[in-house]
């Protein structure tokens, strides 16, 4: 199975900031690589797909890049429903593997 | 709209049987993948694995297969996920989620798509 790696795997940070999340493969993907963000009590609900391609509705300050073994989200400014949980999974192959998640709190 | 509607919690001793559901409405359920995903208390996301309601397609992640059992009615456009003895450790909430595509070679499905509509989730409690 793929291991995905993220980091941070939590952090603090203020409204306004600008926030970035890494996701590192065990082995390269490609651009196969998918971002959710989960709130307590919710289901996942997707980002970005096949590395920067933003779901319909999700805002634009919102961004993905990366390819192969090292991929990043960046939330531009920091927004208060953007405190959550956010996942990478990969999508190369079966077993698709989550990265172990990136709480994103408030400061 | 488009959703799948999981049932509702289910709390069960251990050794005992359970099956959850998810049942998609407002797309062609046959047509689309359901994959499952664990998630522990306070912890990660787990893929388990995926079934094409549609044909007999499934494949189960290492980690989960021999443990669980999917399959699916598409008269009722209804996926399951089975237990046949349940232990302490499968104490979790379940999500169902939907991907319209899984790329296929001579093996079965290879890969597939995000999930990009997911049930509401279902907390299973196993306890003595």
């Known amino acids: 199975d793929i291991q995905m790696t993220q980091s941070p795997s939590s952090l603090s940070a203020s409204v306004g900031d600008r926030v970035t999340i890494t996701c590192l493969p065990s082995?390269?993907?490609?651009?196969?690589l998918n971002w959710y963000q989960q709130k307590p009590g919710k289901a996942p609900k997707v980002l970005i797909d096949a590395t920067s391609s933003l779901q319909s509705g999700v805002p634009s300050r919102f961004s993905g890049s990366g390819s192969g073994t090292d991929f990043t989200l960046t939330i531009s400014s920091l927004q208060p429903e953007d405190f959550a949980t956010y996942y990478c999974?990969?999508?190369?192959?079966?077993?698709?593997?989550f990265g172990q998640g990136t709480k994103v709190e408030i400061k | 709209e488009v959703q799948l509607v999981q049932s509702g919690a289910e709390v069960r001793k251990p050794g005992e049987s359970l099956k959850i559901s998810c049942q998609g409405s407002?797309?062609?359920?046959?047509?689309?993948?359901i994959a499952w995903v664990r998630q522990m208390p306070g912890k990660g996301l787990e893929w388990m694995g995926i079934i094409y309601p549609g044909g007999s397609d499934i494949r189960y992640s290492p980690s989960f297969e021999g443990q669980v059992t999917f399959s699916a009615d598409t008269s009722i456009s209804t996926a399951h996920l089975q237990w046949s003895s349940l232990k302490a450790s499968d104490t979790a909430m379940y999500y169902c989620?939907?991907?319209?595509?899984?790329?296929?070679?001579?093996?079965?499905?290879?890969?597939?798509?995000?999930?990009?509509?997911w049930g509401q989730g279902t907390m299973v409690t196993v306890s003595s």
């Open positions: 407002g797309y062609s359920f046959s047509n689309d993948w």
């Open positions: 082995q390269s993907i490609s651009t196969y």
């Open positions: 999974q990969q999508s190369f192959n079966i077993p698709a593997t």
């Open positions: 989620a939907r991907t319209p595509r899984c790329y296929y070679d001579s093996s079965g499905p290879v890969r597939c798509d995000a999930f990009d509509i």
